[in-house]
């Protein structure tokens, strides 16, 4: 089968701008987490879908926002982009609840 | 919410010496899962413990479950470069509202 991916692996976007990030589970998969990575708050929890609605929601304000389409893709949105925001954003499939996670590459966002 | 600390943050180890990192819960998990991120690379899944005092074995590594579902650890026996990377510990406590919370991680750095 194949993995997750993410596309697009690399971004450079201004501060004020918007991104929009998408994820590609493994086949059979409905849930897709979506995670920031930074050096000094290590992995972060930013939300879960299954089955098109979003299930868990982390910490984070509402200018990160998600979605998922009934083929389990998922896209995951940043508006009015702030330089803290500069990240490695991974993107996480599984088959349920209970199971292990399978990680994209990540996007790497840098916001200038 | 809930809260997992791994400790230690950094560990160097001369090859061929031993590794262990901990977990802690605020909270009792339903389970655990441990995962490994080499260096520019994304995590990928390890293990799941479920059982309250299970242990795991995979070749040189151990992995535990505490009595109380609250600590997890990872033990590697004679460390190779191969281990090389950042190891983390991730909990679902109750029902999985809050998803998977992950450790901050711990970063194996092994001299040869």
């Known amino acids: 089968k194949a993995g997750v991916t993410q596309t697009p692996r690399y971004l450079i976007k201004t501060r004020g701008q918007q991104v929009t990030l998408s994820c590609s589970p493994i086949?059979?998969?409905?849930?897709v987490s979506w995670y920031q990575q930074t050096p000094g708050q290590g992995l972060q929890f930013l939300f879960e879908?299954?089955?098109?609605?979003?299930?868990n929601k982390g910490n984070f304000p509402g200018r990160f926002s998600g979605r998922q389409f009934s083929n389990s893709r998922s896209e995951m949105n940043v508006s009015t982009l702030e330089l803290g925001d500069s990240a490695l954003y991974l993107c996480?499939?599984?088959?349920?609840?209970?199971?292990?996670?399978?990680f994209g590459p990540g996007t790497r966002l840098t916001v200038t | 919410g809930q809260q997992v600390m791994q400790i230690p943050q950094y560990q160097h180890v001369q090859e061929g010496e031993d590794f262990t990192t901990y977990c802690n819960s605020s909270?009792?998990?339903?389970?655990i899962q441990w995962y490994k991120q080499r260096p520019g690379g994304h995590p990928v899944f390890l293990i799941q413990?479920?059982?309250?005092?299970e242990v795991k074995k995979q070749k040189r590594l151990t992995f535990q479950f505490g009595e109380a579902k609250k600590n997890s650890s990872l033990h590697i026996t004679a460390t190779q470069t191969t281990d090389v990377g950042t190891y983390f510990c991730?909990?679902?406590?109750?029902?999985?509202?809050?998803?998977?919370?992950f450790g901050k991680g711990t970063h194996l750095i092994i001299q040869p």
């Open positions: 413990l479920v059982k309250s005092g």
């Open positions: 996480a499939s599984r088959q349920g609840m209970a199971y292990e996670q399978y």
């Open positions: 879908y299954f089955s098109e609605t979003q299930r």
């Open positions: 909270t009792t998990l339903s389970n």
């Open positions: 991730a909990g679902i406590s109750g029902g999985g509202a809050d998803g998977l919370t």
């Open positions: 086949s059979g998969h409905r849930s």
